[in-house]
T-cell receptor
Framework: AQSVSQHNHHVILSEAASLELGCNYSYGGTVNLFWYVQYPGQHLQLLLK??????LVKGIKGFEAEFIKSKFSFNLRKPSVQWSDTAEYFC?????????FGTGTSLTVIP | EAGVVQSPRYKIIEKKQPVAFWCNPISGHNTLYWYRQNLGQGPELLIR????????DSQLPKDRFSAERLKGVDSTLKIQPAELGDSAVYLC??????????????FGSGTRLTVV
């Protein structure tokens, strides 16, 4: 069965620190990759997506992610986090028209 | 654009009672999904509709869960009877195409169900 792994369950950072959240998937074929964010009390929102082309994808709010096919990874990064980035982050993979979500990473940014 | 609209936002019921959730997708989105998100977990697909047809309901616990999308627009998800383990957030999402488009999915705000 396909799976999406997010190894960091809880991350606590101070403002201005750099962020990297890991995401690995298990599927050997063509995939589309996504990162979603869920702010407290709100619905899931799309941060960024990768379909093809440049493996370094830039999204909203200064986030970016890099697709490394050889490592089956799609890690999310941000050079300098803000308190408002406190949220739950979900990696998702669309493979063979099936959508799989990771278990999420809870990010807390301390002012 | 209104986005995906779900109601109610919150629901508290006693176990063994029925409950229903409603979803209105983005206008023109033929594909509609229901997900369940348990606390601390990622969303898990319950059912996917293409227009009014349920094309993937393999993860739907059919003994107590049912869903319908009669006119291929809005949809309802029902649980009867509810159990304590059904407490979760039920998310609705829609997309314009059966395969994920360049815009991914659009999710609603979800219905938080608490079964006591």
């Amino acid at each position: 069965a396909q799976s999406v792994s997010q190894h960091n369950h809880h991350v606590i950072l101070s403002e201005a620190a750099s962020l990297e959240l890991g995401c690995n998937y298990s599927y050997g074929g063509t995939v589309n990759l996504f990162w979603y964010v869920q702010y407290p009390g709100q619905h899931l929102q799309l941060l960024l997506k990768y379909f093809s082309g440049d493996p370094l994808v830039k999204g909203i709010k200064g986030f970016e992610a890099e697709f490394i096919k050889s490592k089956f990874s799609f890690n999310l990064r941000k050079p300098s986090v803000q308190w408002s980035d406190t949220a739950e982050y979900f990696c998702a993979v669309n493979a063979a028209n099936q959508f799989y979500f990771g278990t999420g990473t809870s990010l807390t940014v301390i002012p | 654009e209104a986005g995906v609209v779900q109601s109610p936002r919150y629901k508290i019921i006693e176990k063994k009672q029925p409950v229903a959730f409603w979803c209105n997708p983005i206008s023109g989105h033929n594909t509609l999904y229901w997900y369940r998100q348990n606390l601390g977990q990622g969303p898990e697909l319950l059912i996917r509709y293409e227009n009014e047809e349920a094309v993937d309901d393999s993860q739907l616990p059919k003994d107590r869960f049912s869903a319908e999308r009669l006119k291929g627009v809005d949809s309802t998800l029902k649980i009867q009877p509810a159990e304590l383990g059904d407490s979760a957030v039920y998310l609705c999402a829609s997309s314009a195409h059966p395969t994920v488009t360049n815009y991914g999915y659009t999710f609603g705000s979800g219905t938080r169900l608490t079964v006591v």
